[in-house]
């Protein structure tokens, strides 16, 4: 096992999925992607639905689709690190917040460890 600080590298040899809706127009409206990042966990990373489209839905949608692929890859546990603007929507499909705020990722925070069992 190589480690790059307490991350397993191990993980990246794992394919990557990405999730997109698309508006009537056939343009990007919202994303998000997954990888399996241990042995019972599945992560969701970058969740993303363009502004004049939020509360329709859609973000409930990619995380229902990450969701799905965990269960596919057998996975006890899907999680991420919820931006604090999106915690609600991650807790409407079942997530809980599992760790304190985890501050800044980058130039997004707060960050919130959630997870949901599956």
Avoid: C
Avoid at 77 to 86: C, D, E, P, T, Y
Avoid at 93 to 118: R, T
């Amino acid at each position: 096992m190589k480690l790059q600080g307490s991350y397993d590298m191990e993980i990246y040899k794992n394919p990557v999925h990405f999730w997109k809706i698309l508006d009537g127009e056939g343009r990007v409206i919202g994303v998000n992607s997954g990888f399996v990042s241990g042995k019972d966990s599945y992560r969701s990373r970058g969740l993303f639905v363009e502004t004049d489209w939020r509360g329709r839905g859609f973000a409930k949608r990619l995380l229902k689709a990450t969701e799905a692929q965990a269960i596919v890859f057998d996975k006890k546990i899907l999680w991420s690190f919820a931006r604090g603007s999106a915690l609600k929507v991650y807790q409407s499909v079942g997530f809980e917040v599992v760790g304190e705020d985890v501050g800044q990722i980058g130039e997004f925070g707060p960050n919130f460890y959630v997870a949901k069992k599956l």
